[in-house]
């Protein structure tokens, strides 16, 4: 049932609106007689496209369209004025509205209007449907070689149900990445439980993952599921894997095995249908080899590996980081976004991210937020050390990488840089680079796969 909002403070006006769509095209109608009460009808109600007149006394149109974009609602708005002033519905078009109209338009028109803008919004949620599919739409920012390889490893593993081991160092977004191969699952509405194993107390780490009936231990006061059993149906993340005991190495094995548990203190085995994603920035080869892991245990897991890049092996995504953590970080304190300067993502493209990787990176976008009063992060905000460009020469501790791999990451990051420098305007950036024109320099980025995140 599709289902048309019409706002407008004259009744009459907006009556005959809903009930001439509805004699159209078959449309449920609602109407709203004011900018407040559409969007307490847009935050209620299932709404398919709306009709809002500009020209309302309180919060007019314009501040309509400017709260739906804030509240993140994604539906279609037709604008319409009947004071023929079309600069001001030029201007509801850049807050957002989808097409405008004019109140002497003829029914047949609106109708057909109100159509096109449902039909392109259906079209824009099954291409947005399509990207996830594909991989295209994901939480790991960046385009670089080595992320690129990643996520396209993430899409053929996800939907198999095996057990995945996600190898990378401290800081590199591993949990993302166990995130991403759920939202690509067999059953992305399946519960995700994550577990950071080097955090569990020793004494209470097999009642967290199995679970324990009541009265199993001092202070067991109720029965409790364990992590596997919240899990089921979905996907069990442990994080930093190598830390867990031998014992409970022993446990973990027999339930990857059986797909049973048996919580503490009871007798009871539950089937579980958990897919378990373990992590870990250990070499767990060199644990086994050691005897601080268990070798079935670990053979049992790295039924599919994936190896998550350390920060210094994409440093030409570091741009488009720093752009989404500003937004996410200004989101979180409440601010209004801040810009970027050009010399902040270069000075920041030429550390080594050597600590922490990403949670550095994060870190350090923070402190300048704080630091800066002005609208925009310049130079002077990135923090001595970092600015200083101190990290160590740029050595990768993975020998996976081929010399091409390294050599297109190289590239990279002269192109982008060269980018941020002009603002991203191709014609001056090639005349930098000293190319013969912008051509050269299109084809250059899409061999490299550099694109300006939107």
């Given at each position: 049932?599709t289902?048309?909002?019409?706002?407008?403070?004259?009744?009459?006006?907006?009556?005959?609106?809903?009930?001439?769509?509805?004699?159209?095209?078959?449309?449920?109608?609602?109407?709203?007689?004011s900018?407040?009460?559409?969007?307490?009808?847009?935050?209620?109600?299932?709404?398919?496209?709306?009709?809002?007149?500009?020209?309302?006394?309180?919060?007019?149109?314009?501040?309509?369209?400017?709260?739906?974009?804030?509240?993140g609602?994604?539906?279609?708005?037709?604008?319409?004025?009947?004071?023929?002033?079309?600069?001001?519905?030029?201007?509801?078009?850049?807050?957002?509205a989808?097409?405008?109209?004019?109140?002497?338009?003829?029914?047949?028109?609106?109708?057909?209007?109100?159509?096109?803008?449902?039909d392109?919004?259906?079209?824009?949620?099954q291409?947005?449907?399509?990207?996830?599919?594909?991989?295209?739409?994901?939480?790991?920012?960046?385009?670089?070689?080595?992320?690129?390889?990643?996520?396209?490893?993430?899409v053929?593993?996800?939907?198999?149900?095996?057990?995945?081991l996600?190898?990378?160092?401290?800081?590199?977004?591993?949990?993302?990445?166990?995130?991403?191969?759920?939202?690509?699952?067999?059953?992305?509405?399946?519960?995700?439980?994550?577990?950071?194993?080097?955090?569990?107390?020793?004494?209470?780490?097999?009642?967290?993952?199995?679970?324990?009936?009541?009265?199993?231990?001092?202070?067991?006061?109720?029965?409790?599921?364990?992590?596997?059993?919240?899990?089921?149906?979905?996907?069990?993340?442990?994080?930093?894997?190598?830390?867990?005991?031998p014992a409970?190495?022993?446990?973990?094995?027999?339930?990857?095995?059986?797909?049973?548990?048996?919580?503490?203190?009871?007798?009871?085995?539950?089937?579980?249908?958990?897919?378990?994603?373990?992590?870990?920035h250990?070499?767990?080869?060199?644990?086994?080899?050691?005897?601080?892991?268990?070798?079935?245990?670990?053979?049992?897991?790295?039924?599919?590996?994936?190896?998550?890049?350390?920060?210094?092996?994409?440093?030409?995504?570091?741009?488009?980081?720093?752009?989404?953590?500003?937004?996410?970080?200004?989101?979180?304190?409440?601010?209004?976004?801040?810009?970027?300067?050009?010399?902040?993502?270069?000075?920041?493209?030429?550390?080594?991210?050597?600590?922490?990787?990403?949670?550095?990176?994060?870190?350090v976008?923070?402190?300048?937020?704080?630091?800066?009063?002005?609208?925009?992060?310049?130079?002077?905000?990135?923090?001595?050390?970092?600015?200083?460009?101190?990290?160590?020469?740029?050595?990768?501790?993975?020998?996976?990488?081929?010399?091409?791999?390294?050599?297109?990451?190289?590239?990279?990051?002269?192109?982008?840089?060269?980018?941020?420098?002009?603002?991203?305007?191709?014609?001056?950036?090639?005349?930098?680079?000293?190319?013969?024109?912008?051509?050269?320099?299109l084809?250059?980025?899409?061999?490299?796969?550099?694109?300006?995140?939107?």
């Amino acid at each position: 049932m599709t289902v048309v909002l019409i706002v407008d403070d004259i009744p009459a006006m907006a009556e005959q609106y809903a009930y001439d769509l509805k004699r159209l095209r078959g449309y449920e109608t609602t109407v709203a007689k004011s900018g407040r009460a559409a969007l307490e009808s847009l935050t209620r109600d299932s709404v398919d496209c709306v009709i809002l007149d500009l020209e309302m006394p309180g919060m007019d149109g314009f501040e309509v369209l400017r709260s739906i974009e804030r509240l993140g609602l994604r539906v279609p708005v037709i604008v319409y004025t009947g004071t023929g002033d079309y600069d001001r519905c030029a201007e509801a078009i850049r807050l957002g509205a989808y097409s405008f109209i004019d109140k002497a338009e003829p029914m047949e028109r609106v109708a057909q209007e109100v159509e096109n803008a449902i039909d392109r919004r259906r079209l824009s949620e099954q291409v947005t449907l399509l990207r996830r599919g594909f991989g295209l739409e994901s939480p790991l920012v960046g385009t670089s070689p080595a992320l690129a390889k990643l996520k396209e490893a993430i899409v053929r593993i996800a939907p198999v149900p095996s057990s995945v081991l996600i190898v990378g160092e401290s800081g590199t977004g591993k949990e993302l990445v166990a995130r991403e191969l759920h939202r690509l699952g067999a059953n992305p509405k399946g519960p995700f439980i994550a577990i950071n194993s080097a955090a569990l107390p020793h004494e209470l780490v097999e009642s967290e993952l199995f679970g324990h009936e009541r009265g199993a231990f001092t202070g067991a006061n109720a029965t409790r599921k364990g992590a596997f059993e919240s899990a089921s149906g979905g996907t069990l993340f442990l994080d930093e894997i190598g830390d867990l005991s031998p014992a409970a190495q022993a446990k973990l094995l027999r339930v990857l095995e059986e797909r049973k548990v048996t919580r503490l203190g009871g007798t009871k085995t539950i089937d579980v249908n958990t897919r378990v994603v373990a992590a870990t920035h250990r070499d767990l080869e060199k644990e086994v080899s050691e005897g601080r892991f268990r070798e079935d245990l670990f053979y049992r897991l790295n039924t599919h590996v994936l190896r998550v890049p350390p920060l210094r092996d994409r440093l030409s995504d570091v741009p488009a980081l720093v752009e989404h953590l500003v937004a996410m970080t200004c989101e979180r304190f409440g601010m209004r976004p801040k810009a970027i300067a050009p010399d902040v993502s270069e000075a920041l493209m030429s550390y080594d991210w050597r600590r922490n990787n990403i949670r550095e990176l994060r870190n350090v976008v923070e402190r300048m937020i704080i630091a800066t009063d002005s609208d925009a992060l310049t130079r002077a905000a990135v923090p001595p050390e970092i600015r200083g460009g101190k990290g160590g020469p740029r050595t990768t501790r993975d020998g996976r990488r081929t010399f091409e791999e390294q050599k297109q990451e190289a590239e990279r990051q002269i192109v982008i840089q060269a980018l941020e420098r002009n603002d991203w305007h191709v014609t001056k950036t090639a005349k930098e680079l000293g190319l013969s024109d912008h051509a050269s320099l299109l084809k250059i980025m899409r061999r490299l796969g550099v694109q300006r995140d939107t």
